[in-house]
Structure formats: C-alpha cells, structure tokens
C-alpha cells in the first residue's frame, strides 16, 4: 500500500482532511456535438449536465445531446476525463453528427493541436482548453474509424467526414 492512500472498502467511513466525511467529487458528463462541412472544416458544440444518481454516463450523454435509447443514428464514444478547477470530473463524450446542426458551433481551427504539460510528474496541462479537448476526441474519433469495426462502419455511410478524419492524425496524443 503507498502511503497516504487508503484502500477503498468501505467508502462510508472515509474522512478528510478537514472535518466531516469525506464526499465523492461531482461528476459532470460533457457531450462535445460534431459535425463536418466540407467548407467550414470541423466545428462542434459543448453541452455539460450533472451525473444524477443512478449513474448511467453513457445514458446521460445520450440523453444530453437528445437522442433516444435506440438512436442508433448517431455515434457516442466516450473519450477523455479531466478535473476541473473545482474538483469535479468531467467525462468527455463525442456525438456524431450533431443532431441540431442548424444551433451555433465553435470551429475547430486545428484538430491537431495537443496540449502538453511541462512538467512530467505534472501530467494536466496548466493551459487546457475546450479546444484541445475538441481535438483530442477528434483525434480519438480518428483512431476508432482504423480500429473500431462497429465506428468504421458507422463511418462508411458518412464518407465526408470519413475523408475528413484520415486527414486527422488517429493516434494517442502521447504517441505524436
């Protein structure tokens, strides 16, 4: 066992530093919509909800970017978690294509930029953005079409964005 770290049986009796129990951070469920234009490029949109109990992720990003359980006209992968500055986790999902592409999108100028942290014992970069995480579920999404056989399906029937993506470099941003 490290010390300093407890093992996790019996949550209820857990403290903090401070007085009281000690609670579980909050966890948010992101959903980053995307959607390609052969003219504009990549753009998507950020929809963020609170984790309710019982906790279903997946559900709840279905649900946050509106489709139904058996939509299975969109894409929902999970990608990526983070902290916040707060201490909530954030589970990053993509949903592709936006299922309202007529709402307002942020452009992603450039899908393969990476943010990085200096520091290696470090790892969260101190200047993250929404974008870099944009573009790292991009880039996840990338690695799914030449891996995934049920995303490479799905993508087939899609063949702008397909194109799209294999200019996008499908590998784990620790790889580049």
Known sequence: MV????????RASMTSRTAGPLSPPPV???ALLLRYDAVAGFAYRRLLTGLTRPAAPDRAARRLAGLADDDDGHLVHSTSWRSDD???IILTYIVHPDPDPDRPARALADPHTIARSDRPGHPAPF????????SHALRHLALLERTDPAVAAFLAARPQARRALTRVCGVPAGQL
Do not use: F, K, R, S
């Open 3 to 10: 010390a300093g770290l407890l093992p996790v049986t019996d």
């Open 28 to 30: 948010l469920v992101e």
């Open 86 to 88: 707060e201490g909530a």
């Open 127 to 134: 200047d993250l953005t929404l974008d870099h995480v944009a």
